[in-house]
């Protein structure tokens, strides 16, 4: 547990990342000269997966938007206080609101101001904060009472075998 957050090897909250091969690889563990992608113990098979979990559901009347981010920022707010902010606010801007709250909470814990934080260098940064990502998407219900023709289209990549990646794409039948 660091920062009161259950981590994999104590290092990272999620199971699934695009990123982090040294957790999936043990020929991806560098030696300890580069501290941040070494493990003292030895994985002697994948800690985290690349393969995305994924799950839907019906929109419903009452959804109006779905909130897309990296750990970074859930390990700063909660999914109501995201729900809130991205609510309780214009549409232009969501994503850059949720990373200022997320990076004023991340100063808060530092016993610092946000704005000191955007003061520290970027290569020092990360000691402060993991990366944040934030995507907002808004639901448009009346886009789709008009019944807009447009193709559905599912792309799914990397997978973790040997080798060069594989792209799959899927096209719905119409």
Known sequence: ?????????GIIQV????????LKRPEFSFDP?????????PISRPVLSAEPSMCSRVLQPNDKFVIFASDGLWEHMTNQE????????????????????????AA????????????VEK??????????????????????KKNVNVPELSI????????PSK???FQEPQ
């Open 1 to 9: 547990m660091k920062h009161g957050t259950w981590r994999i090897k």
């Open 15 to 22: 199971s699934k990342s695009i990123g982090d091969a040294y």
């Open 33 to 41: 000269s580069f501290p941040r992608f070494h493990l003292p113990d």
């Open 82 to 105: 995201a729900a809130e902010i991205v609510h309780n606010n214009p549409r232009t801007g969501s994503a850059r609101r949720l990373l200022q709250a997320a990076l004023t909470e």
């Open 108 to 119: 808060r814990k530092r016993e610092m101001r946000y704005k000191d934080l955007q003061k």
């Open 123 to 144: 290569g020092i940064r990360r000691f402060f904060h993991d990366d944040i990502t934030v995507v907002v998407i808004f639901i448009d219900h009346e886009m789709q």
């Open 156 to 163: 799914k990549g990397f997978i973790d075998t040997v080798g």
């Open 167 to 169: 792209f799959r794409s």
